[in-house]
């Protein structure tokens, strides 16, 4: 079995930080494409990060300067550093794997961390 373990979430005030981990197991993951999505209530999931396997890294425009993505290939993981939380930031924050195989990509999801920013 494949799968994706996130952890780091919690109660933030604004303008602190957070750093959230996603640990794989079940197959390597130092060949994928690994990303960060958040998602609110009554919204559609959000892709706010990604990192491919050469380490080329992209941001959605709302944390663009504030959240930082980076992987550890030798222990199957990504991280997203959450730096100048907002309210707007409060969400459930998902990681997502697309791995390459013999028969196309496999895309993992994990089952998501929440993360609340509030005085």
């Known amino acids: ?18 750093r ?5 197991s079940g197959t390597f993951f130092g060949n994928s494409d690994m990303r960060w999505y958040r998602q609110t209530p ?4 959000e ?5 491919s396997s050469a380490g080329i890294k992209n941001y959605a ?12 290939n ?3 993981s990504v991280y997203l550093q959450m730096d100048s ?3 707007e930031d409060t969400a459930v924050y998902y990681c997502y794997a697309r791995v390459p195989g013999t028969r196309g990509y496999l895309e993992v999801w994990g089952q998501g961390t929440m993360v ?3 005085s």
């Not at 009554?42 to 999931?45: I, P």
Request: with cysteine; proline share 4%; hydrophobic share 35%.
């Open 74 to 76: 030798a222990k199957d």
């Open 85 to 87: 939380l907002e309210p």
């Open 1 to 18: 079995q494949v799968h994706l373990v996130e952890s780091g979430g919690g109660l933030v005030q604004p303008g602190g930080s957070l």
């Open 116 to 118: 609340t920013v509030s």
């Open 42 to 45: 009554g919204k559609e999931r």
């Open 20 to 24: 959230l981990a996603c640990e794989g």
């Open 47 to 51: 892709l706010i990060a990604q990192i």
């Open 61 to 72: 425009y709302s944390v663009k300067g504030r959240f930082t993505i980076s992987r550890d």
